[in-house]
């Protein structure tokens, strides 16, 4: 893992740093790692990731966030980049694999209403894709939604936001 993640630092090549990405996202889906991974500065290091130009190295950044975001630690660190997340989901080709990516992992970390309104300005982009996207997407955003509509103090954003 420490490898990987040097390597993912190390490297300006898109190609090896979508695979880097993949085997850190496949190796997340053991929490012993998820762990490993947070003590070696990986979520930074793949969070960085979510500003390149390169749409499927941002997709595969999220993908890794999202494995990571099983953990309540985790997530800790990971919420500084939710507005980022946001910007990505909304400025991303409607129903792209990149689009998902970016509502997965909203999905995980709004669970908890703990970074909820660090998603208040990015509703009226949810409600969009909720009437425009394939199912696919629509399915994503509900879930979404369905988080931010358990806490109460979302309930006004949610109602008020312009469709």
Do not use: W
């Not at 929490?31 to 990986?42: M, T």
């Not at 941002?58 to 630690?73: R, V």
């Amino acid at each position: 893992l420490q490898k990987l993640i040097h390597l993912l630092q190390a490297t300006d090549d898109p190609l090896i740093q979508e695979q880097a990405l993949i085997t850190l996202s496949n190796s997340a889906a053991f929490s012993v790692n998820q762990d490993i991974i947070r003590n070696l500065d990986g979520l930074s290091i793949i969070g960085g990731m979510l500003s390149d130009c390169v749409p499927k190295v941002k997709e595969k950044a999220l993908n890794a966030l999202n494995n990571l975001s099983m953990n309540i630690k985790n997530q800790e660190e990971i919420q500084v980049y939710i507005t980022q997340v946001c910007r990505n989901v909304e400025s991303a080709p409607l129903n792209s694999d990149l689009q998902l990516a970016g509502l997965r992992l909203l999905t995980n970390m709004s669970v908890t209403s703990d970074y909820h309104h660090k998603m208040i300005n990015s509703i009226p982009c949810f409600l969009h894709l909720l009437s425009e996207g394939t199912e696919r997407t629509q399915i994503q955003v509900l879930k979404v939604l369905v988080n931010l509509s358990a806490n109460p103090a979302m309930t006004r954003h949610l109602l008020r936001a312009q469709v």
